[in-house]
């Protein structure tokens, strides 16, 4: 089984945290949210058994990889910057790219900005979406219509963070439990963001599961 190399390189400004396994061509694997790049460990050993090179990082903002503060840092320029930059830095020319949820995002945005860099771009549930005629945020309230979107929660700062430093094992328990599929099934009949009724917050629409079944 290809054991996984951690390190941290410089990349775009960033102090990174990167996991590796295997050799060959390139592959990066790009995390969405709420995740960090253990999503990819399946996936790591898959690719490196089948003789690639695969890498996934931490991205902006999550797990060992630096976390501007400023609101600015976090625009599409700087998180394909971010990839550009983690090729530079491991010395790579050109990679096949695998985005997931958020990181789906990035990848197809980095083969419009970087088409160069980019070898192949895999979307896992993202497909690539044409630039908005209004802004996200005012497309994202029409399609809530007063219910909980999340992405809207957390754009007022401090809100979000307060609830989910309250009590991290929970907020992390009410992410990471696996549902059952009748719940799976209601949350994929609501619009994209939105998670149940108006009010209260994330971990309102998470229940708690401390003896739960959660994704290995």
Same mark, same amino acid.
């Given at each position: 089984?290809?054991?996984?190399?951690?390190?941290?390189? /410089?990349?775009?400004? &960033?102090?990174?945290?990167?996991?590796?396994?295997?050799?060959?061509? %390139?592959?990066?694997?790009?995390?969405?949210?709420?995740?960090?790049?253990?999503?990819?460990?399946? /996936?790591?050993?898959? &690719?490196?058994?089948?003789?690639?090179?695969?890498?996934?990082?931490?991205?902006?903002? $999550?797990?060992?990889?630096?976390?501007?503060?400023?609101? !600015?840092? $976090?625009?599409?320029?700087?998180?394909?910057?971010?990839?550009?930059?983690? &090729?530079?830095?491991?010395?790579?020319?050109?990679?096949?790219?695998?985005?997931?949820?958020?990181?789906?995002?990035?990848?197809?945005?980095?083969?419009? &900005?970087?088409?160069?860099?980019?070898?192949?771009?895999?979307?896992?549930?993202?497909?690539?979406?044409? +630039?908005?005629?209004?802004?996200?945020? /005012?497309?994202? +309230?029409?399609?809530? /219509?007063?219910?909980?979107?999340?992405?809207? $929660?957390?754009? !007022? %700062?401090?809100?979000? !963070?307060?609830?989910? !430093?309250?009590?991290?094992?929970?907020?992390?328990?009410?992410?990471?439990? +696996?549902?059952?599929?009748?719940?799976?099934?209601?949350?994929?009949?609501?619009?994209?963001?939105?998670?149940?009724?108006?009010?209260?917050?994330?971990?309102?629409?998470?229940?708690?599961?401390?003896?739960?079944?959660?994704?290995?």
């Amino acid at each position: 089984m290809p054991e996984f190399t951690h390190r941290q390189v /410089q990349a775009n400004g &960033l102090n990174m945290h990167v996991v590796e396994a295997g050799s060959g061509f %390139p592959v990066v694997l790009c995390h969405g949210f709420p995740e960090i790049w253990y999503s990819w460990r399946h /996936q790591l050993r898959a &690719l490196a058994d089948a003789g690639f090179r695969a890498i996934a990082p931490d991205q902006r903002g $999550y797990g060992d990889t630096d976390a501007p503060q400023p609101i !600015e840092a $976090y625009t599409i320029h700087h998180l394909v910057g971010d990839l550009t930059g983690l &090729l530079d830095a491991l010395g790579i020319e050109k990679a096949a790219i695998v985005g997931h949820d958020w990181g789906g995002i990035v990848v197809w945005q980095a083969a419009l &900005l970087a088409p160069h860099r980019v070898a192949a771009v895999v979307g896992v549930n993202t497909p690539p979406f044409p +630039r908005s005629t209004a802004p996200p945020t /005012q497309i994202m +309230r029409a399609i809530a /219509q007063g219910n909980f979107h999340y992405m809207l $929660y957390f754009q !007022e %700062p401090g809100v979000a !963070e307060a609830e989910l !430093e309250r009590d991290v094992r929970r907020s992390l328990r009410g992410f990471y439990q +696996r549902f059952p599929k009748e719940a799976v099934t209601a949350t994929k009949s609501r619009p994209p963001g939105v998670w149940g009724g108006a009010g209260g917050g994330v971990l309102d629409k998470l229940p708690d599961a401390p003896h739960g079944d959660f994704l290995t």
